[in-house]
C-alpha cells in the first residue's frame, strides 16, 4: 500500500522559513518515472502546485514561487523535504504531498500551517 | 503556464441525474496529462482520471473523461450522493496547473 505523510510545523512566523518533509512508503523514490510533489491548498481556495521532484533527481517549481522554494529528496530515509523561505500570511496553507506518476496518486492527508506573529 | 478554467462554478443536481463538468485551457494540453481529481470537505484530493480518459485504481465506471487540446469533460452517469464533492482538472506537464473547481451539490 502506497501512503505519503506530511510533518513540519503547524505555525510559523512571518519571515521564517518552512521545512516541511514528505515521508513515503509502498514505493521507492528510486523507481524510474516516480515523482513527489507538494501542492498546498488555502483554506477555501483552490489547489495550487508548488515543486515535484523525480527519481532522476529532476526538479520544477511554480513559477510564481521559484525564488522562494526548494526541494530535495533522500531515497535512503524515503523522504522528500521542501523549504520555502520568507513566509507571509498569505501562505496560510494546507500542504499536502503526492506521489507523482500517472497524475497525481494518492495524496497525503496533509498539513496545515499558519503563518502568524 | 497553462491557465485551467473549469465551469460551471458550482452545478446543483439531484441523486441519479448526470453530471457534466467542463475543463479548458489557455493552450493546448497533451491528454497524456490531463487528470481529474475529486475533493470532498475535509479531505485530501482524490485522483479519479488521468491521461484525460484513464480510470484511476478502484473509481467507478459512472465518471468518464473525454476532450483533447483545449477543452476536456469529466461525465458522471448518474450522480450518487458520495459524488456531491468539489472536482479540479489539471494538466499536469513539466509546470502543473490546477483549474479552480466545480463543486456539485445537491439541488
Known amino acids: 500500500q502506497v501512503t505519503l505523510k506530511e510533518s513540519g510545523p503547524v505555525l510559523v512566523k512571518p519571515t521564517e522559513t518552512l521545512t516541511l518533509t514528505c515521508t513515503v512508503s509502498?514505493?521507492?523514490?528510486?523507481?524510474?518515472?516516480?515523482?513527489v510533489s507538494w501542492i498546498r491548498q488555502p483554506p477555501g481556495k483552490a489547489l495550487e502546485w508548488l515543486a515535484h521532484?523525480?527519481?532522476?533527481?529532476?526538479?520544477s517549481y511554480s513559477t510564481s514561487l521559484k525564488s522562494r522554494l526548494t526541494i530535495s529528496k533522500d531515497t535512503s530515509k524515503s523522504q522528500v523535504v521542501l523549504t520555502m523561505t520568507n513566509m507571509d500570511p498569505l501562505d496560510t496553507a494546507t500542504y499536502y504531498c503526492?506521489?507523482?506518476?500517472?497524475?497525481?496518486?494518492?495524496w497525503g492527508q496533509g498539513t496545515l500551517v499558519t503563518v502568524s506573529s | 503556464e497553462i491557465v485551467l478554467t473549469q465551469s460551471p462554478g458550482t452545478l446543483s443536481l439531484s441523486p441519479g441525474e448526470r453530471a457534466t463538468l467542463s475543463c479548458r485551457a489557455s493552450?493546448?494540453?497533451?491528454?497524456?496529462?490531463l487528470a481529474w481529481y475529486q475533493q470532498k470537505p475535509g479531505q485530501a484530493p482524490r485522483l479519479l482520471m488521468y491521461?484525460?480518459?484513464s480510470r484511476a485504481s478502484g473509481i467507478s465506471d459512472r465518471f468518464s473523461g473525454s476532450g483533447f487540446g483545449t477543452d476536456f469533460t469529466l461525465t458522471i452517469s448518474r450522480l450518487e450522493p458520495e459524488d456531491f464533492a468539489v472536482y479540479y482538472c489539471?494538466?499536469?506537464?513539466?509546470?502543473?496547473?490546477f483549474g479552480p473547481g466545480t463543486k456539485v451539490d445537491i439541488k
Open positions: 489539471q494538466q499536469y506537464g513539466s509546470s502543473p496547473t
Open positions: 509502498g514505493f521507492s523514490l528510486s523507481n524510474s518515472g516516480m515523482g
Open positions: 503526492a506521489r507523482t506518476f500517472r497524475g497525481f496518486d494518492p
Open positions: 521532484i523525480f527519481s532522476n533527481d529532476e526538479k
Open positions: 491521461g484525460a480518459f
Open positions: 493552450q493546448s494540453v497533451s491528454s497524456s496529462y
